[in-house]
């Protein structure tokens, strides 16, 4: 997702922070969720209401049982349970304060448990009125806000498919994950005219990623995209859904929809899902990358502040965060990391490498001004019990800006090589660092365990100084550079370039090590003194950089 202006999510999590680190299983896990399970499929039956907060739900999770254990754990908050049933017989089962306990029998190991309930939802399905006074219902689920309408084991750990049927208004155009079913009209209890709508997910996709959208939303059809592009050679169908008084700002920055799912497509695999829908919708992110139906915060299509650097982001979120999901939330950089690197690839591709180089720079200095998580926290944040908290410079920018260090350090060519060989490998399930590292490793034949230590595993940066002279006698620039030791000593090759009064650049490097100690100077011939000398002239280290005068 992305995040809004830092003084709101900071707001956001003053105002609920306290809710979610008060609650078993929002915190931090070393070990695995529920260890015990492992869900396969949601079948996922909802009826809305015409106004106001009231559902009705009923859940039926195909689940297999993979260690001892006697009884079913779901999260499940504020909705009352009614009734349960495993195999189809109904069940006593015991709700507490923030789950439903069911009790299984003692043989086999695949269970089809259905959860009825009902009541008001004050969280994840989002129900209000839009500016025009029309009643709307949004998903909106992260990272553990599902549990306050859908029965499930609420972690991304657990990914699984999904079948939504939607009762509904047939004023309401209902979107879901996945590929559209079927639609037909129905009669509520009272004869009023409904629709039940049926999408169906069939990739494994994380709770939080599974969400509907109940609106009066009208679709703008993108058509097909990067064909050749989805699996099986496929288009990709792309389409944007907004309130009837946004259409006319349509297509906009979506025109872009189709060469952003090229460009990712062939960097990194075919797009994964049935098909990619971007909605207008009450996210309270800037915009959330459920798996194939992006949610957009609704100010910016009110606003018309729109772009494609945040369609870029949420897109490049299907593959990394979506489709490779981060098993743990410490590893949320996997998913945020990825979307703001490949939001900057994006960029590169779309308007060259001078804009790519401003746009890495801007995400450097944003960076080097946190002085909370990143200074503080690593970006793999084992710490970190508020979940909204590690929505923060290091899972975004530092590690956006890691990968593309990473990248430096491999190789560009070795570098989307393993990324391709990571996604083909975990896509559809979940990852940790370490596989990305094993694939990094594997690519470029080199150890990297002392790399992602240092710049994930530790809080910080470097800082470096660079004085630099000219030596008349021998025709050289003479380099010399240090770094302090604030964040402790870090190993990164510095590129300095001597640059000449025509502007011709004179490249060295010089070798920093993790040990602290001043390297040798780096001698840069140069029949005459030099106009300048650039520190990372290719913005490829995140370090302050400070440069001396000679
Ligand atoms: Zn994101």
New binding site residues.
Partial sequence: ??MRTRARTLARCVAIGAVFVARPGAAQQNRPYRPAFDVANYEISIDLPDTGHAIRASVTIDVARTATADSLVLDLLDLTVSRAEVNGRAVKFNQGPATVSIPLPSRGNSFSVTVDYAGSVSDGLIARVDTAGRWTYFGDNWPNRARHWIASIDHPSDKATVTWRVRAPSSQTVVANGKLVSSKPVRDASGGNRTETVWRESRRIPVYLMVIAAAPLERYDLGETACGLAEGQRCVPQSVYTAPEQRGMLPGPFASAGEIVRTFAGLVGPFPYEKLAHLQSSTRFG?M?NASEIFYADGAFRRRTMNDGLIA??TA?QWF?DAVTEREWPHVWL??GF??YFAALWTRAARGDSAFRAQMAGIRRTVLADSNAVTHRPVIDTIETNLLSLLNRNS?EKGGFVLHMLKAQVGERAFFDALRAYYAKHKHSTAVTDDLRAEMERESKQNLGWFFDQWLRRPGYPEVTADWSYDSTAHEVVVTARQGSRFGAFQFPLTVAAVDSAGTQYRATIMMTADGATPRPARIPLASPPATVVLDPDVELLAVLTTGKP
Wanted: aromatic fraction near 8%.
């Fill in positions: 997702m992305l915009g990358e982001h949420e979120h965060g998913s945020e979307a703001t975004y």
